[in-house]
């Protein structure tokens, strides 16, 4: 979907994630524990539709293959590796594969930026788009075990919900982009709520809620009032990041750095084999994508918020489970700073003339 808005310079959510996480260290305590688990609910939520609001669906319907193969063996694929590695490090199985779970996933808010920052050609972006967020859906469903049947519930309560905002803003003729903000923020909350209550996946309801709200209303609404609600939420995303980060730095001990600086390493080699058995591997099957393309596609693999968020929701108490929220916090800002460092490399790489 076309937008007027500039992307976000690569190094903007990196610098908050890293700000955030430093005030959260500063500032750690019971507190940020306390609330830590509260993530998967309230923050995630609003971040991962800002992400579904802006994604093409025609350009996916075109890119279905790839974005089939990318979330369906490719996150099983790198859950399976990072719990194996895991299980070398001695972690309880449950444990090692709740990790793997929660880091198979890539984040949308993240790739997104850093695919459209680097220029990108629009079908790629598209790729690693619909990848983060269906996989965000399939690797909640590992960690959680979520019912087949209540998921597919919620993405219709998701879809019908978001044709019906869609519907009464086109009525309404909102011109505001704070109003239209705060009636999807209004839709955000109010589907997560309801899949979450009957056991179904908010996640899968926020994601179709993002989709389905966006292609009703833009038949109707200016693209200036899109533009502006679309800032609203590229902002809110920022500080929801910024929040995320010092949570999990308030949650962090640092009496955990060394074993997790040791463990991160060996999840991120464990993430880095995983993506390129995917993409190098895998996706050689499909000859619309050449070296250059598949290459790009590996380096979009940064992890993010669902990662944190899911990793909150193992008690605190069980064995290892320090380490581990501690190795998913580290892991996840390594691969952002590997992907702020290779994506331009690799998107020049790209467009770069071919003899």
Request: with cysteine; net charge positive.
């Amino acid at each position: 979907m076309p937008t007027a808005l500039r992307p976000l310079p690569i190094w903007v959510l990196p610098g908050v994630a890293l700000l955030g996480a430093f005030a959260g260290i500063l500032f750690a305590g019971p507190v940020g524990a306390a609330f830590a688990p509260a993530t998967l609910h309230y923050i995630v939520p609003p971040l991962l539709f800002e992400a579904a609001w802006n994604l093409d669906l025609a350009a996916v319907r075109r890119a279905w293959r790839p974005v089939a193969i990318l979330v369906l063996p490719g996150v099983a694929i790198a859950a399976l590796c990072v719990a194996g590695v895991l299980l070398l490090l001695a972690f309880p199985w449950p444990l090692a594969w709740t990790v793997g779970a929660a880091l198979s996933a890539t984040d949308p808010v993240a790739v997104i930026a850093f695919a459209r920052s680097v220029g990108a050609p629009p079908n790629l972006v598209a790729i690693v788009e619909a990848e983060s967020l269906f996989n965000d859906a399939f690797a909640v469903a590992l960690v959680r075990a979520s019912n087949l049947v209540l998921s597919v519930v919620a993405a219709l309560l998701g879809a019908a919900v978001g044709d019906l905002l869609g519907r009464i803003a086109s009525w309404l003729r909102v011109r505001r982009p704070f109003s239209l903000w705060a009636l999807s923020v209004l839709g955000v909350y109010t589907v997560a709520v309801a899949a979450d209550a009957f056991g179904g996946s908010g996640i899968v309801a926020v994601v179709t809620l993002g989709t389905f709200m966006r292609t009703r209303i833009e038949r109707t609404l200016d693209s200036a009032t899109l533009d502006g609600a679309e800032a609203y939420w590229r902002w809110a995303a920022v500080a929801l990041n910024f929040v995320l980060f010092a949570w999990m730095g308030a949650s962090f001990n640092l009496l955990d750095a060394r074993s997790a600086l040791i463990g991160a390493g060996a999840v991120v080699l464990a993430l880095a084999a995983a993506r390129l058995i995917t993409t190098m591997g895998l996706l050689r099957v499909l000859p619309e994508l050449d070296a250059a393309r598949r290459r790009f596609i590996a380096t979009a693999s940064v992890r993010g918020a669902l990662s944190l968020a899911l990793i909150f929701t193992i008690d605190v108490h069980l064995p290892g489970a320090q380490s581990a929220r501690a190795i998913v916090f580290v892991a996840v800002l390594v691969t952002m700073l590997v992907g702020t460092l290779a994506l331009p490399r690799s998107a020049r790489r790209l467009l770069a003339p071919r003899p």
